[in-house]
């Protein structure tokens, strides 16, 4: 945002905005109304073919996360019934990024209703979630691996037969088990080379961050703030944050997917992207001196097939 209290929108996203007003800038410091609150977007055309750059005011900016929700879940569900992969993964991760920006605001409340959409979409269309994963975009973030951590976990899911109810818990705190992470400086997220002592001291307060915005910001508890708080912990104490032995089944489910999908993905500039294969066998080490539960490890292999 500049000085001005607009905020600048994506142009691919415009048409989401029903009840928020938008405005477009006539000069250096100020903006006029473009489609007022209601309006359609259709009507407001002023002349030319296209629409000029659209702004939303600074104080409408929660209303408007939540608007951009709804068009994303609409859009979500219309390309799962048409089985176009590509565009629910591209439009999930948007709608993850749009929620994201402001997970302290309650904005993660829209995510339950898409994790639904991709459960009932996976009964008709078994393929689109089973291909999700491997579907990879140019630039991989956090937005990408939370994606990408859900769809093999609810492939997980689906694999053991877990009823819809806990499908969901588990689907929902796998989208959002690094949560946290949104409060960590991106110098650090995105450093091209390995961490720093204390740089690597700030990147583990992620898990408990995330456990805190779930629970307190957005009312979400159990499971889901439960996978976000114990997905780094390890069975025999060597994890983070509290070196505790005893983590809850999503934490030890999360654990292994999220290691998992990280090392078949380029996560770090300096690291190479491992084969599936290859991954589960490195993965079976820390299964073996017992880091990681057998059972759920074995179950996720099968999952995978
Ligand atoms: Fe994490
Ligand atoms: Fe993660």
Redesign the pocket.
């Known amino acids: 945002m500049d000085q001005s209290g607009y905020i600048r929108v994506r142009n691919s996203q415009i048409n989401y905005y029903k009840a928020v007003s938008l405005y477009y800038q006539t000069s250096a410091e100020s903006y006029c109304l473009y489609k007022p609150a209601g309006g359609n977007l259709a009507e407001a055309r002023i002349g030319q073919n296209k629409h000029p750059e659209l702004y939303i005011q600074e104080q409408d900016r929660l209303f408007a996360i939540k608007e951009i929700q709804n068009g994303f879940n609409r859009q979500i569900a219309d390309s799962i019934k048409t089985g176009n992969v590509f565009k629910v993964k591209a439009t999930l991760c948007d709608l993850v990024e749009e929620t994201l920006a402001e997970p302290r605001s309650g904005t993660l409340q829209a995510l339950p209703e898409t994790v639904d959409s991709l459960i009932a979409g996976y009964s008709e269309h078994p393929e689109i979630l089973k291909t999700f994963a491997s579907i990879s975009f140019k630039d991989y973030t956090t937005v990408i691996h939370s994606v990408n951590v859900m769809a093999l976990t609810l492939g997980y899911c689906f694999y053991s037969n877990f009823n819809i109810q806990k499908t969901k818990k588990i689907g929902l705190g796998a989208l959002l ?2 949560v946290g992470k949104t409060q960590i400086p991106s110098s650090i997220l995105k450093a091209p080379r390995r961490l720093s002592e204390d740089e690597f001291n700030i990147m583990k307060t ?2 408990a961050i995330g456990h805190k915005i779930i629970r307190e910001k957005n009312k979400i508890g159990g499971a889901v703030a439960l996978g976000a708080l114990e ?2 912990e390890k069975l025999d104490g060597s994890g983070y944050p509290r070196g505790t032995r005893n983590i809850s089944y999503v934490g030890q489910l999360l654990g292994i997917i ?1 290691c998992y999908e990280a090392l078949t993905n380029e996560d770090r500039p300096y690291r190479r992207a491992r084969q599936p294969l290859e991954t589960l066998k490195f993965l079976k080490e820390d299964v073996e001196i017992g880091k990681f539960n057998r059972d759920i490890f074995e179950k996720f292999c099968y999952s995978l097939i």
């Open positions: 088990h690094d992620h898990p997905h780094h999220d």
